[in-house]
């Protein structure tokens, strides 16, 4: 693909919609980056207006573009770009005054450097911890085996003893509200920015979406977590919300376990618990499930030709 000639501006720049859905799906499936949930249609239309998100679509590629930082996704397209594409493509970008100086690509996919060792010629490539996704194995989460979950089996034995008659439910259009009622009000008391807004947008295309979630209660018929995810692929789930009340002990374990339980009737063997956003206290509490293994895409400045 040549961009010599292109120049991509705000006018050429569409807002996310459910229509886009088949389209990008069809893009990802098959591809080593379908593991990042960067790549998930939901992910993208739950936070498209939190964060500002468009898209470009060209001739067999999509392509993010985050309004508020100023900066273009690696495209999404069952077909790699080559270096000199992507460069091409991010100069189409400058060229319509959407990129400036000091921008970057965003998600470079973890092997992409490796397929295309030219790319040094182009850019230079950095990774941040804050980016890393942590992929679980579900039968582990159940099990809570191996001696790094040592910790969360205790929590959970604590939950049991004070909540013995804890009961689990999915998310349905009947308690749907109550359940998104409850991680809106956590999700503000935390402070976090967008959430809230994230959360409204997903219930409101929750089947759309092909959503699914579980609430969790105890004692006296009380909702103390609840989480909500969906496939990624047949194999590996998106956690997108996850809320626990902390003064319940072990409530937060708890839901993890339940969340795996469902994960694995629906079919799925892992878990994405996506980043920590360099948060210390996210970090240790992902580090502390014991991940199989980690997505670990880059960033790349592109180099002055």
Request: include cysteine.
């Amino acid at each position: 693909m040549n961009f010599d000639s292109l120049k991509i501006d705000a006018a050429m720049l569409r807002d996310v919609s459910l229509a886009d859905a088949d389209r990008i799906k069809g893009f990802v499936s098959g591809t080593p980056e379908a593991d990042s949930c960067e790549n998930s249609f939901a992910t993208i239309y739950i936070w498209a207006q939190a964060y500002g998100l468009k898209l470009f679509s060209g001739e067999g590629f999509d392509v993010i573009y985050n309004m508020h930082d100023g900066r273009m996704h690696f495209p999404i397209s069952p077909k790699r770009f080559s270096p000199e594409e992507l460069f091409g493509l991010y100069k189409a970008f400058e060229r319509g005054g959407l990129i400036g100086g000091k921008s970057h690509i965003y998600d470079i996919p973890s092997d992409w450097p490796a397929e295309f060792p030219d790319c040094e010629k182009y850019f230079s490539l950095r990774s941040e911890a804050g980016d890393f996704e942590y992929i679980y194995d579900v039968e582990s989460l159940i099990d809570s085996s191996g001696p790094k979950l040592r910790k969360k089996r205790n929590h959970i034995k604590h939950f049991l003893t004070e909540c013995p008659d804890y009961r689990l439910e999915p998310i349905s259009p009947e308690n749907m509200a109550e359940a998104f009622d409850f991680m809106r009000e956590l999700s503000l008391e935390a402070g976090i920015d967008g959430e809230a807004e994230a959360m409204t947008r997903a219930q409101g295309a929750y089947g759309e979406l092909g959503l699914d979630g579980c609430m969790l209660f105890c004692p006296k018929g009380n909702i103390v977590a609840a989480a909500v995810f969906s496939a990624l692929t047949p194999q590996i789930y998106d956690v997108h919300f996850e809320k626990s009340y902390h003064d319940v002990p072990g409530a937060a374990q708890m839901m993890v376990v339940q969340e795996a339980v469902s994960i694995r009737a629906l079919g799925g063997k892992f878990m994405n618990r996506e980043q920590d956003m360099g948060i210390e206290g996210l970090r240790r509490a992902k580090e502390s499930l014991d991940p199989v293994r980690m997505y670990k895409p880059f960033r790349a400045d592109v180099k002055k030709l």
